[in-house]
């Protein structure tokens, strides 16, 4: 199996790090708590239509992508999928990666050695944009993990897809949508997927 794994919210626990992170730019600026902490980006978390957003990212993005740690046991299930003869393909729209300049080599430099920092196994990378789901039918992925409504919407259209759980992603439901919690919950519904094949 061919399997495309997400970075942010999947391999690292990106919606307690906005709340965290966000929740101190926005009090520093303009005094204000989490108003929605179901949102899925800082304007959601917080309600705020100033471009708090940008700042935030500006002056957090690379401490994020550089120290916050990978989830629990996302090393060990990336190196057992990849024993148990499954190809894993890091398939991530992280902010800079898809642009050809300056900026973008840095951040897909900071991707790379963050990788092999935590020591998360896999074949091949690609840095894509948003839209997922071209590249997963370019690439023949057959199963995908992702946490971003829209991209799980859309893939599981074609190919099923575990929706790493967070607060955010709720609505997502339906036909090849597997809602997991942890990396071990993930390793034990793809052994049940791989099981019902045979």
């Not at 399997?3 to 919606?15: A, K, N, Q, S």
């Not at 990978?70 to 190809?87: M, P, Q, V």
């Not at 575990?162 to 793809?190: E, H, L, M, P």
Request: glycine residues 4%; proline residues 2%; aromatic residues 12%.
């Amino acid at each position: 199996m061919r399997i495309g794994i997400d970075i942010d919210g999947v391999l690292t626990d990106i919606e307690q790090w906005q709340l965290d992170y966000g929740s101190k730019v926005i009090f520093e600026n303009i005094n204000k708590g989490v108003i929605n902490p179901n949102g899925y980006d800082i304007k959601e978390i917080f309600d705020e239509e100033r471009n708090l957003d940008d700042e935030f990212w500006r002056k957090y993005l690379f401490e994020y992508s550089t120290k916050e740690p990978a989830r629990k046991f996302s090393n060990e299930i990336t190196r057992k999928l990849h024993e148990d003869g499954n190809e894993i393909y890091i398939i991530t729209a992280r902010f800079l990666t898809d642009r050809n300049d300056e900026l973008g080599n840095r951040m897909r430099k900071i991707v790379l050695e963050w990788l092999k920092e935590n020591n998360i196994f896999y074949d091949n990378i690609i840095f894509s944009p948003e839209d997922k789901i071209n590249i997963c039918i370019e690439n023949n992925i057959d199963l995908m993990i992702e946490d971003k409504v829209e991209n799980i919407n859309i893939i599981s259209q074609k190919i099923p897809v575990i929706c790493f759980d967070a607060k955010y992603n709720q609505q997502c439901k339906g036909k090849n949508i597997i809602r997991c919690y942890s990396w071990y919950d993930i390793y034990a519904k793809i052994q049940e997927l791989i099981r019902g094949e045979k």
